[in-house]
């Protein structure tokens, strides 16, 4: 079965750092790879997804993710934090292939803070 | 249109009460869910609509009853519900497609009393 690996509940960075957001995945197949971000109270949005094609994807908010099979990762990027990017940030993979819709495998969980 | 809906966006409710949730979409998508999620834990799937059809129930008790009347919504029917029912009930949309994201409502907060 499918699963997802965050590493590190919680993430801490000061404003203007780098912001780094680990994921892996277990995968018998290529899989197609999410990155979410939740704000207190709101749903989910979409920062970024992985398919096929280049390994390196760029989101929105200057987030970006690499996609590297050799380590199944796909962890998230930002090189300068901003107060707006708290949050809670989920990795997810789809668990079905072959054009049917895939139902999402969520990771637990990072919760961003970024100190002033 | 990009965007799904969710109504009402809080609501308190006894054991012996029926009420329902209400999800909204016009993105043209066929695939619709609804999630459960617990503070700081993440989305737990409950239901799968594909083509107004249930695909897919995640063991979910008979107290939680999705409905699709149509393409475009997405209801969820409570009734009897017990204190740990309380969360977050988010609605999701996808295009049938392995590959697609799916687009998350706003969620409902539900707390049972």
Same mark, same amino acid.
């Given at each position: 079965a499918q699963s997802v690996t965050q590493l590190g509940s919680h993430v801490s960075v000061s404003e203007g750092a780098l912001v780094l957001l680990r994921c892996n995945y277990s995968s018998s197949v290529p899989p197609y790879l999410f990155w979410y971000v939740q704000y207190p109270n709101q749903g989910l949005q979409l920062l970024l997804k992985y398919t096929t094609?280049?390994?390196?994807v760029k989101g929105i908010n200057g987030f970006e993710a690499e996609f590297k099979k050799s380590e199944t990762s796909f962890h998230l990027t930002k090189p300068s934090a901003h107060m707006s990017d708290a949050a809670e940030y989920f990795c997810a993979v789809t668990d079905?292939?072959?054009?049917s819709q895939g139902n999402l495998i969520f990771g637990k969980g990072t919760k961003l803070s970024v100190k002033p | 249109d990009t965007e799904v809906t969710q109504t009402p966006k809080h609501l308190v409710m006894g054991m012996t009460n029926k009420k329902s949730l209400k999800c909204e979409q016009h993105?043209?998508?066929r695939a619709m869910y609804w999630y459960k999620q617990k503070a700081k834990k993440p989305p737990e799937l409950m239901f799968v609509y594909s083509y107004e059809k249930l695909?897919?129930? %995640?063991?979910?008790?008979?107290r939680f009853s999705p409905e699709c009347p149509n393409s475009s919504l997405l209801n969820l029917h409570l009734h009897a519900?017990?204190? %740990?029912?309380s969360a977050l009930y988010l609605c999701a949309s996808s295009p049938p497609a392995g590959a697609a994201e799916q687009f998350f409502g706003p969620g409902t907060r539900l707390t049972v009393l």
């Open positions: 094609g280049a390994t390196l079905n292939y072959g054009g | 993105m043209g998508h695909s897919i129930n %995640e063991s979910v008790p008979s519900l017990q204190p %740990e029912d």
